[in-house]
């Protein structure tokens, strides 16, 4: 099994694709309808409801998503945030992700991201935290610069811990990115699994 820094080296890419990558890789948010005797395939419903194949390479890293709290949004945590533009120079969040401290730096920056058309990710530690009636605001320092991030109080907050195989099962919801082969299946080298019917929100 992957320790836990392994797994969550192997997410950086989920989260953080590749710029320089000529091909990007594609993701699928879907729910696992079902899974291969082997556990290698799954086949999947999107969300916009089209049927699609994930294929898992021999040691994809499986990783969980599991609930967090605002309350673990604190000064000091790395995080990711994804989120849309907001008012002036501030971003709104969209979900927030908390990393363990073990992978304290994994994909740090800003860069944009395929949740929603202008969607951004940005993993960083939080430098300030002011709380006011419509929700936190978020200081997020990273190398080469920083974001002002307002989080609503109803925007999902989750974390990640070490998963397997026997996590993914019909009915689970799942995020997966990877190249396409030339079936249409999609080849990811990792995912992620909501723990306990979750639906992973990045």
């Given amino acids: 099994m992957f ?7 192997l997410l950086t890419g989920l989260c953080c694709s590749s710029v320089l990558a000529q091909d990007p890789p594609t993701a699928v948010r879907a729910v696992i309808e079902s899974v291969s005797p082997d556990g290698s395939t799954l086949q999947v419903r999107a969300r916009d409801g089209q049927a699609a194949v994930v294929r898992l390479a021999d040691k994809a890293a499986v990783i969980l998503v599991e609930p967090a709290a605002l309350a673990d949004v604190k000064p000091g945590a790395f995080i990711g945030v994804a989120a849309l533009p907001g008012e002036g120079d501030e971003l709104k969040a969209m979900e927030v992700h908390v990393f363990p401290e073990s992978m304290r730096g994994a994909g740090e920056g800003f860069r944009p991201f395929d949740l929603a058309p202008g969607s951004t990710m940005t993993n960083g530690t939080i430098a300030a935290r002011v709380d006011g009636v419509a929700g936190s605001k978020l ?3 990273y190398r080469g610069g920083e974001k002002t991030i307002v989080v609503d109080p109803k925007a999902p907050v989750v974390a990640f811990a070490p998963g397997g195989r026997g996590d993914l099962k019909p009915g689970a919801a799942i995020v997966a990115r990877g190249p396409r082969a030339a079936d249409g ?15 992973p929100p990045l």
């Fill in 3 to 9: 320790s836990l820094r392994i797994a969550l080296t």
């Fill in 139 to 141: 200081t997020v320092s």
């Fill in 185 to 199: 299946a999609i080849d990811a080298p990792r995912i992620l699994v909501g723990k306990d019917g979750l639906v």
